[in-house]
């Protein structure tokens, strides 16, 4: 029917809404992970918001495309949401990386209008993402490990949750979303079991623990997930130093616990100047091995990403030996 014209084709002016119901409802088919999918449609929404003319992905022509590279880069943006009368939220010019992040995204998007065929070519085919500098590869050493469970001894004195639950990302080298999610039972034989339908790169993988903190874990687990206690425990350290605890939820929730840990390491940050992030003890981990003279693709397996994102940070120590 279609060979023959009896069919119009998919890509007469369908609007916006329907063509992001479309790429949702096939992202999701393709087994794409939630975070994904909203990364997807919220950088969609910012080609829709620079073109308000353009009713659909069929309107988007290679100028346009070309357009979002220079207008987007000139866009200033603000990290504050809620003003308070009359307060003025600061903005900040956007980075290379954000830019570079978008029209790889945006070149995706369109690659499944295509296959949708709601469009005839992908606009953003011949757009090259700026060039970024590579700058040395971060990660924690050892005096920034040590200092940073000095502060966290003082900030919660008492409390053992966050040094263990560092502990344990330090001694992984996991990603903070899948720390956060650890269920009791994934503590197996020694070992924390990362199951491949809860990583991101649906692989299976495991973490040898030291028999210490091994049996540490075992004896702190709840009954479900392995952090569940935390929000009691929470509350009562913060009932402790006499601060409001009535906005405090008190059920476990691995969203909230990782929204928890990012903002403990801002208010680490802004308290003591260091710029350290959770994500850094994953690259402290992936530095070491390649010290280790661990090679690069076994390294790879071991922390579930890919070869070339090994390379990155192998490729620093040994620039950094050589110069050396």
């Known amino acids: 029917l279609e060979e023959y014209r009896q069919i119009a084709p998919a890509a007469d002016r369908m609007p916006w809404d329907a063509a992001r119901a479309k790429l949702r409802e096939a992202l999701e088919r393709n087994g794409k992970r939630p975070a994904t999918v909203t990364g997807y449609l919220e950088t969609l929404d910012k080609l829709t918001a620079l073109f308000p003319l353009a009713v659909g992905p069929a309107d988007v022509t290679d100028r346009m495309a070309a357009d979002f590279k220079t207008k987007y880069a000139r866009g200033r943006f603000s990290r504050k949401r809620k003003l308070k009368a009359g307060e003025a939220a600061p903005d900040y010019a956007r980075r290379a990386k954000s830019l570079?992040?978008?029209?790889?995204?945006?070149?995706?998007?369109?690659?499944?209008?295509?296959?949708?065929?709601?469009?005839?070519?992908?606009?953003?085919?011949?757009?090259?993402?700026?060039?970024?500098?590579?700058?040395?590869?971060?990660?924690?050493?050892?005096?920034?490990?040590?200092?940073?469970?000095?502060?966290?001894?003082?900030?919660?004195?008492?409390?053992?949750?966050?040094?263990?639950?560092?502990?344990?990302?330090?001694?992984?080298?996991?990603?903070?979303?899948?720390?956060?999610?650890?269920?009791?039972?994934?503590?197996?034989?020694?070992?924390v079991v990362f199951p491949a339908d809860a990583?991101?790169?649906?692989?299976?993988?495991?973490?040898?623990?030291?028999?210490?903190?091994?049996?540490?874990?075992?004896?702190?687990?709840?009954?479900?997930?392995?952090?569940?206690?935390?929000?009691?425990?929470?509350?009562?350290?913060?009932?402790?130093?006499?601060?409001?605890?009535?906005?405090?939820?008190?059920?476990?929730?691995?969203?909230?616990?990782?929204?928890?840990?990012?903002?403990?390491?801002?208010?680490?940050?802004?308290?003591?100047?260091?710029?350290l992030s959770s994500h850094d003890f994953r690259k402290a981990a992936f530095t070491r091995a390649a010290k280790a003279d661990v090679h690069p693709k076994r390294a790879a397996v071991a922390f579930d990403v890919t070869p070339e994102t090994m390379m990155k940070y192998y490729t620093a120590t040994e620039k950094k030996a050589t110069a050396d």
């Open 199 to 275: 990583t991101k790169n649906r692989s299976e993988r495991y973490a040898v623990m030291p028999p210490e903190v091994f049996a540490e874990l075992l004896a702190y687990k709840g009954a479900t997930w392995l952090w569940e206690r935390y929000p009691g425990e929470l509350r009562a350290v913060i009932v402790a130093k006499a601060m409001p605890v009535h906005r405090l939820n008190p059920r476990f929730d691995p969203r909230r616990l990782y929204l928890w840990v990012v903002a403990l390491m801002q208010d680490y940050q802004k308290k003591t100047g260091k710029h």
């Open 100 to 191: 570079h992040s978008r029209i790889r995204t945006l070149k995706a998007v369109f690659g499944w209008f295509e296959k949708l065929r709601l469009v005839e070519a992908n606009p953003f085919a011949a757009v090259a993402p700026p060039a970024l500098d590579r700058h040395e590869v971060k990660y924690v050493r050892e005096g920034d490990v040590g200092e940073f469970f000095a502060w966290l001894d003082g900030h919660y004195p008492g409390w053992r949750m966050p040094a263990l639950f560092f502990t344990v990302k330090a001694l992984t080298g996991c990603r903070l979303a899948d720390l956060c999610s650890l269920r009791s039972a994934q503590l197996q034989d020694g070992r």
